[in-house]
């Protein structure tokens, strides 16, 4: 399997080359070409043809579709031969981090961020605390395991920060993070900053781990054109 991606940052698009048998699964809707050689199944992340299984994938989709907002379905593409290739990218225009599952990191992912996996990384849903709730970016998070091959998204490009101490990101820029790190949902600052810089609420993480951010806030720009929908 070989994962490339082009036009990084603004406009990028995962290119996976995969040898017979191999398989890819994305997000519904992140396919943009592919191989004649490849065969496509649409189905529940984790379920199988049947059973238990199934119904409990079933039930893992429709929490991360009516609790995260993410797609119900995944896209499976197999390899009946060898050199076939798949194009993935994101629905919004951003980035495309590929990250390398070693079956020991747990990687925390804005729930929006989940673009494409290999068939052994394990997509779960978390809770963010009642606090989150208050951010305005959603209150549940995914949380990702196993080992293979991940592909996480943004909206504009991202970044990845070392942290080793503290670090304040606004709760619109953070696309995910590994490692032992805790975070705490505060104020920018008090209520003149808010009123007058534009500022909201913040995530304060403390400890060691890597971070990944957008440069780019969905939340911001829904807030600016939205006046030119009103009316």
């Known amino acids: 399997m070989k994962i490339d991606l082009e036009a990084r940052p603004s406009y990028v698009m995962a290119v996976v080359t995969l040898d017979k048998g191999e398989k890819f699964l ?15 199944d649409t189905g529940f992340q984790g379920g199988g043809a049947g059973g238990l299984d199934w119904i409990k994938a079933a039930l893992a989709g429709l929490a991360r579709k ?16 060898d050199g076939q290739t798949v194009m993935l990218a994101p629905a919004m225009v951003g980035d495309i ?15 929006e961020s989940y673009l494409a996996s290999t068939p052994k990384v394990k997509v779960g ?21 196993g080992t293979g091959e991940l592909l996480i998204n943004s909206y504009g ?3 990845k920060i070392e942290i080793d101490g503290g670090y304040v990101v606004d709760t619109g820029h953070v696309v995910a993070w590994e490692g032992d790190l805790k975070y705490k ?12 810089s534009g500022e909201g609420a913040v995530l ?8 990944w951010t957008q440069t780019r806030n969905m939340s911001s720009l829904i807030g600016w054109i939205s006046p030119f929908f009103s009316g």
């Open 157 to 159: 490009a991202i970044e």
């Open 185 to 196: 949902l505060k104020k920018a600052g008090g209520w003149k900053t808010a009123m007058l």
């Open 26 to 40: 994305s997000e519904a809707g992140a396919m943009v070409a592919m191989s004649k050689g490849l065969a496509v």
């Open 66 to 81: 009516f609790l995260a907002g993410e797609s119900m379905f995944v896209n499976t593409f197999r390899a009946k031969q």
């Open 204 to 211: 304060e993480f403390t400890g060691k781990g890597t971070l």
């Open 125 to 145: 849903l978390i809770w963010g605390g009642f606090s989150m709730l208050f951010s305005g970016e959603g209150a549940f998070f995914l949380n990702i395991r």
């Open 97 to 111: 981090v590929h990250i390398e599952m070693d079956g020991q990191k747990k990687i925390i992912v804005q729930a």
